[in-house]
């Protein structure tokens, strides 16, 4: 699996004896696995003693859904911290404006395994707009004013763009009754092996009239699935270690290593 990945990454650039030195495998022996895998269909030869990914690898790649991946591991995963949390835990990602709920664990919520809700008013849909390229973000913000769910939904893109900015600053996101009158949730990105954000996974409570609810206390298990989740379906996982100050009002984090630079486990 070592020289398949070399093979793979380096992408057509070295030759097989390069390879091998930096693999610490003889120049024979490499050879000898280069001529199985392109009998298997899984490199294809591009002169010189290079290779490059072939046609049953590309298929192979084609066929991979990182939100399937993701969401199988969730359903195993998930019931527990749950139940550890004493939160509903769910797993979503971004299709489009909308925020597709793939994993739902524990409680009951008015939310269902592959309902879309709007992004902007959730904690999950929050972060995973938070994270995508400017340009991108530019034009979902262009859409706005959005609409007003509850008394605390953000509808203007200014506030809202601010909110996005804080929430790759700090970490994490929070919906304090933006999507829903007595419901509040917070949620934290998964990144995947390059660090990119690829979904999100969000603990949710209900609180009564006139109650708060202590969000960030849920953060350090959060992060412990979301540690969890990454490792198994990457192989690493991002460390965004941050420090929490707690005020009369809300929470400011300061982080000490920004998520998208945090070494791996």
Do not use: W
């Not at 693999?23 to 030869?45: F, I, K, Q, S």
């Not at 049953?56 to 993701?70: D, N, T």
């Amino acid at each position: 699996m070592d020289l398949l990945e070399a093979v793979l990454v380096d992408g057509g650039r070295s030759r097989a004896s390069s390879l091998a030195g930096g693999l610490n495998v003889p120049v024979a022996t490499m050879h000898r696995h280069l001529a199985a895998l392109r009998d298997a269909g899984l490199l294809t030869p591009v002169g010189g003693g290079r290779h490059v990914a072939g046609p049953r690898m590309l298929a192979f790649a084609g066929r991979i859904s990182v939100p399937e991946v993701l969401s199988g591991i969730g359903r195993q995963l998930l019931p527990d911290f749950a139940r550890r949390l004493d939160c509903v835990v769910q797993l979503g990602t971004l299709d489009g404006d909308m925020v597709t709920y793939r994993v739902k664990a524990g409680g009951d919520l008015f939310t269902k395994v592959g309902m879309q809700l709007e992004a902007y008013c959730s904690a999950i849909g929050k972060v995973l707009l938070a994270h995508l390229p400017d340009g991108e973000q530019a034009r979902y913000l262009e859409a706005g004013p959005f609409v007003q769910l509850t008394a605390h939904t953000i509808t203007e893109p200014r506030a809202l763009a601010k909110e996005f900015a804080a929430v790759r600053r700090l970490g994490f996101a929070c919906d304090r009754e933006e999507i829903s009158e007595g419901l509040a949730c917070i949620a934290v990105p998964l990144r995947d092996a390059n660090g990119m954000v690829v979904a999100a996974i969000s603990a949710s409570r209900s609180i009564g009239p006139g109650h708060s609810v202590d969000l960030e206390a849920a953060l350090p298990l959060l992060e412990e699935a979301r540690g969890v989740l990454e490792q198994r379906a990457f192989g690493r996982s991002f460390n965004g270690r941050f420090i929490i100050l707690r005020y009369s009002r809300g929470v400011q984090a300061l982080d000490v290593v920004p998520p998208a630079t945090a070494s791996s486990n």
